[in-house]
Nanobody, 125 residues
Framework: QVQLVESGGGLVQAGGSLRLSCAAS????????MAWFRQAPGKEREFVAR????????YSADSVEGRFTISRDNAKNTVYLQMNSLKPEDTAVYYC??????????????????WGQGTQVTVSS
C-alpha cells in the first residue's frame, strides 16, 4: 500500500516562498509518475504540477508556471514543490499524488490513485 505524507506548508506573506515535500513509502517510488494538486475552499481540486518517474518532463499549470517548480529525489523517495512569488490566490490545501495511469501527461485527479493527507498553504496579502 502506497503512503504519501506531505509537509512544508504554512503561513507566508505574498511574494514569499515555501517548499513542500512529499515522502512516499510502500512502493517503488522510482517507478511512480507524481503530481501536486491543490484545493481551495469551495473549489474543485486542481492540477498544479507533475513529474515523470525519471525526474524528466516536469510540467506546471499555467497559473503557477514560472513561479513553482516540481522536482524529485528518488534516493529519498521524495517529491518537492518549490513555490516562489506566492500570491493570495495560491492559498489552498496542497496534495501530492501517484499516477495510476500509464499516460505520462495526466493532469486529471481521476488519473491519480494514491493521495497524501494534504498540507495547508496560506498566503496573506
Amino acid at each position: 500500500q502506497v503512503q504519501l505524507v506531505e509537509s512544508g506548508g504554512g503561513l507566508v506573506q505574498a511574494g514569499g516562498s515555501l517548499r513542500l515535500s512529499c515522502a512516499a513509502s510502500g512502493g517503488t517510488f522510482s517507478m511512480f509518475n507524481m503530481a501536486w494538486f491543490r484545493q481551495a475552499p469551495g473549489k474543485e481540486r486542481e492540477f498544479v504540477a507533475r513529474i515523470r518517474w525519471s525526474g524528466g518532463s516536469p510540467y506546471s499549470a499555467d497559473s503557477v508556471e514560472g513561479r513553482f517548480t516540481i522536482s524529485r529525489d528518488n534516493a529519498k523517495n521524495t517529491v518537492y514543490l518549490q513555490m516562489n512569488s506566492l500570491k493570495p490566490e495560491d492559498t489552498a490545501v496542497y496534495y501530492c499524488a501517484v499516477a495510476t495511469t500509464a499516460v505520462p501527461t495526466a493532469t486529471s485527479s481521476r488519473d491519480y490513485g494514491y493521495w497524501g493527507q494534504g498540507t495547508q498553504v496560506t498566503v496573506s496579502s
